[in-house]
């Protein structure tokens, strides 16, 4: 038969086998063994795993455990008559309560989890930062004199063993604007002007400076953070001018010399 005319073997059942289907009494005094009897309810029914090899079903009484079951997995070698217990096990079934899936602590990291003291590595792989190289660098330029080269280096913004990488400046820049920030943030939306006309704005150098600046204002919700330039609050640096609201005048005070008031009068 050549290659091509092989057709696909059909999925094999294993056949059950009497003496472990047989075997519900072994598995229940294996139970009852290994777990307190009060937990062990009625046989539920079998499984058969594969040739010679069966699981029986007990139900779970224990306290909390609602919608569990006991599992007995038996199994008999070829040609004997009695079977082995291979493993008593609790399993849950659809309607049972589980833990949530567990996830990796770096994925349930939020934004002010790492608080002052605490440590968080960041990984060699982190698809946010690409390794940074610049000409004084010893691993790439050995014949340079990197004390003078380093300092110069690092004053331009060099030198820094990894910086962002595109992907990483995407996802900043796009969590920036999504966010309390941006042009969609409730005090922008009732702001007389935006951030990008605004004399409390410092520009950014960079590719972040065409959409981004930072807030300079100390009386404005924003000082110290970056904000988009579609951005605004309602102390933009024009917003008084030619509007400032006038102080009420009070004309001055009339002193009566005619007549007395009633304390003098007594
Ligand atoms: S004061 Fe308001 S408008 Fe001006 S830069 Fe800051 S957030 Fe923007």
Request: charged fraction near 25%; hydrophobic fraction near 40%.
């Amino acid at each position: 038969m050549s290659e091509n005319s092989r057709v696909p073997t059909a999925t094999r059942h294993p056949r059950p086998d009497a003496v472990c289907v047989d075997a519900v009494e072994s598995a229940h005094m294996a139970l009852i063994e290994a777990v307190d009897p009060r937990d062990v309810g009625a046989h539920l029914g079998h499984v058969v795993e594969g040739d010679r090899l069966v699981s029986h079903l007990f139900g779970c009484e224990r306290a909390g455990y609602g919608g569990w079951r006991w599992c007995v997995v038996v199994t008999r070698a070829s040609r004997q008559r009695s079977v082995t217990v291979n493993e008593v096990v609790l399993l849950p079934t659809d309607d049972a309560v589980v833990a949530p899936a567990w996830i990796p602590y770096r994925e349930r990291l939020l934004p002010g989890d790492v608080g002052r003291g605490d440590l968080l590595r960041t990984e060699d792989d982190d698809p946010r930062l690409v390794p940074g190289w610049f000409a004084g660098d010893e691993r790439t330029s050995p014949l340079r004199d990197d004390t003078s080269v380093r300092p110069v280096a690092d004053e331009i913004g060099l030198g820094r063993v990894r910086v962002l990488s595109l992907e990483g400046r995407d996802l900043a820049s796009q969590r920036w604007y999504d966010g309390e920030h941006g042009p969609e943030a409730e005090v922008a939306q009732g702001a007389p002007a935006s951030c990008h006309s605004c004399g409390f704005l410092v520009r950014l150098a960079g590719p972040l400076s065409s959409v981004f600046g930072v807030c300079a204002n100390e009386v404005s919700i924003d000082d110290g953070k970056v904000v988009s330039f579609d951005h605004g609050c309602g102390a933009h640096s024009q917003v008084m001018t030619g509007n400032a609201p006038s102080v009420e005048v009070l004309s001055a005070p009339a002193l009566d010399t005619l007549s007395f008031d009633d304390v003098e009068r007594l």
